[in-house]
Nanobody, 125 residues
Framework: QVQLVESGGGSVQAGGSLRLSCSPS????????MAWFRQAPGKEREGVAAIGTRSGTIYQDDSAKGRFTISRDNAKNTVYLEMNRLKPEDTGMYYC??????????????????WGQGTQVTVSN
């Protein structure tokens, strides 16, 4: 069974930084796309950023542009989400997702096959 293990969440003050990591149990090259999603309490899960594991193509939500950076290190079999200048509205559970279904769009949570358990990010004023 495929597992995605996230780490790096925590509590920070507004303006701070965190780096999330996602390590799948299978080599990242097995997945066409890996992504980070965020879910705030009472809200739907939303796409933050995604990266092609072979192409390196990056997709980002407008809220992440200029503040968040998604990257991959295939040698370490890890995908990262570097988050800077964090805001209280960035608070939520962050999930790693892998393997976009054919024809799916990167920001649709229904289009991914595999999910991690999530890591909590809390940003306070």
């Amino acid at each position: 069974q495929v597992q995605l293990v996230e780490s790096g969440g925590g509590s920070v003050q507004a303006g701070g930084s965190l780096r999330l990591s996602c390590s799948p149990s299978r080599y990242t090259y097995n997945y066409n796309l890996m992504a980070w999603f965020r879910q705030a309490p009472g809200k739907e899960r939303e796409g933050v950023a995604a990266i092609g594991t072979r192409s390196g193509t990056i997709y980002q939500d407008d809220s992440a542009k200029g503040r968040f950076t998604i990257s991959r290190d295939n040698a370490k079999n890890t995908v990262y989400l570097e988050m800077n200048r964090l805001k209280p509205e960035d608070t939520g559970m962050y999930y790693c997702a892998a393997d976009l279904e054919y024809g799916g769009v990167w920001y649709s949570p229904r289009a991914y096959t595999y999910w991690g358990q999530g890591t909590q990010v809390t940003v306070s004023n």
